[in-house]
């Protein structure tokens, strides 16, 4: 009740926005790059780690830019990804069983019965730091920080002493060339200063969605003003579902997982649940099949869908479907698995004559050790140095930045 009393964190204007430019990545025309943690934690919400978040997601959508040769749309798992769906109710530890952790929205990840019993105070906290972090993202994205003529900005130190230091290097150069080469035929600066960016989390707790979803002046429906993007997670798309049910009602776009246990007739009667009259830019399909799994399962996802007559953004989530643990009980993702589910997913689509029009990762822009592989070739025993993540492991900053310029290589590769 006293969530649903506070202004929206965004508004129906950009939520429109991002929907048309969403419409455009379904045709190939520009490139979603979604990115974040995979739990945000209240106590990450600092001034460092949230600009660390956002000058990878920027230097990686530069990098994107430079391969695609596409305008690309950037989408944070951010200001919002609170709370986390879970396999197991119970946690046990040396014979104790608590509730298990979900995520700071719902209760803390210490394993105490105080720490881990709900609190329903933590939603007012939630909305607070989410509003705080996109205060901030905000001013960042409008101001010179964003500006594209001095992507010295968004340097994190780590890039110096990286592998990578000199492609990344290369591709900066090239950028700022080609904006002087276009400033100078034009005879003006162009106004590069500011970067649009938008906010996404899964749509897990319905009473903190609920409580921001409202009617806006001079349109028809329901928003969801709690982020621009809310996706529906795996675990909660059960077409009878209340997820489901609640976000059919819902005019924002609409993020949906699937994994490799959907079938070609779920998925057509699902979509048309939460969209029958087909509205451009509604709908992103984001598979998270398992680098194993996808060339099983993809195609003929793809055919069915096209079937329908409807046009989707696809969206591959190559972390989910690449998640093992090591013997140690560690759980880890490797940079090759994750790579490799990417390039698979570009060539299916382009078989499949369809267009791959975005990536979802989780990663951070701090140096942390939690998937293995990479230029740096992070082994088993690195998870052990800097691992922080409370649920899923994240690509570290030098792997972010890695696997985007992977990707824009590929896409060029693919191109010529
Ligand atoms: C997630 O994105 O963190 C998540 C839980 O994903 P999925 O619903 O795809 O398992
Ligand atoms: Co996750």
Redesign the pocket.
């Known amino acids: 009740m006293r969530l649903s009393k506070l202004p929206p964190l965004v508004t129906s204007w950009e939520i429109e926005e991002l929907k048309s430019k969403l419409e455009q990545a379904s045709r190939g025309e520009c490139f979603v790059l979604q990115g974040g943690d995979?739990?945000e934690s209240f106590d990450d919400c600092e001034s460092s780690i949230i600009a660390n978040k956002l000058k990878i997601l920027l230097q990686m959508s530069l990098v994107l830019v430079h391969g695609t040769k596409k305008q690309v749309v950037r989408v944070g798992?951010i200001a919002g990804?609170y709370a986390?769906?879970r396999s197991a109710d119970m946690e046990t530890r040396d014979g104790v069983s608590l509730p298990s952790y979900r995520g700071d929205l719902v209760n803390h990840p210490g394993f105490t019965p105080e720490e881990r019993t709900p609190n329903p105070e933590l939603l007012l906290r939630g909305y607070e730091r989410a509003a705080l972090t996109l205060n901030f993202i905000r001013s960042l994205a409008d101001g010179g920080f964003a500006d594209l003529h001095h992507p010295e900005n968004w340097g994190l130190d780590f890039v110096k002493h990286s592998a990578l230091a000199e492609e990344y290097g290369r591709i900066v150069e090239s950028i700022r060339d080609s904006l002087e080469f276009m400033e100078a035929v034009a005879g003006a600066r162009t106004s590069t200063n500011r970067v649009d960016f938008y906010t996404s989390h899964?749509g897990l707790h319905l009473h903190y969605e609920e409580a921001q979803t409202r009617e806006v002046p001079n349109r028809d429906g329901w928003y969801n003003l709690s982020t621009h993007l809310p996706?529906?997670?795996?675990?909660?798309?059960e077409i009878e579902g209340a997820h489901v049910e609640f976000f059919r009602g819902i005019r924002n776009p609409l993020g949906i997982?699937?994994?490799p246990d959907v079938t070609s007739d779920w998925l057509r009667e699902l979509l048309n649940r939460v969209d029958p009259e087909q509205e451009p830019g509604r709908i992103m399909l984001?598979h998270?099949m398992g680098a194993d799994n996808l060339g099983d399962k993809l195609p003929a996802l793809i055919d069915a869908v096209r079937n329908t007559g409807r046009r989707v953004l696809w969206e591959c989530?190559p972390?989910?479907?690449n998640t093992e643990t090591t013997t140690n009980g560690i759980k880890t993702r490797r940079f090759d698995n994750i790579l490799r589910e990417l390039e698979q997913a570009f060539e299916i689509h382009a078989a499949s004559d369809s267009v791959l029009g975005g990536v979802?990762f989780?990663l951070t822009g701090e140096d942390v050790t939690e998937c293995m592989g990479g230029a740096r070739d992070l082994s088993e025993l690195d998870l052990e140095r800097a691992y922080h993540s409370r649920?899923?492991p994240r690509l570290n900053y030098e792997q972010a930045l890695e696997m985007a310029m992977s990707i824009a290589r590929h896409m060029a590769k693919m191109r010529s």
């Open positions: 995979c739990a798992r990804q986390k769906p899964e996706w529906i997670g795996k675990r909660t798309a997982k699937i994994g984001i998270r989530d972390m989910h479907g979802h989780e649920v899923d």
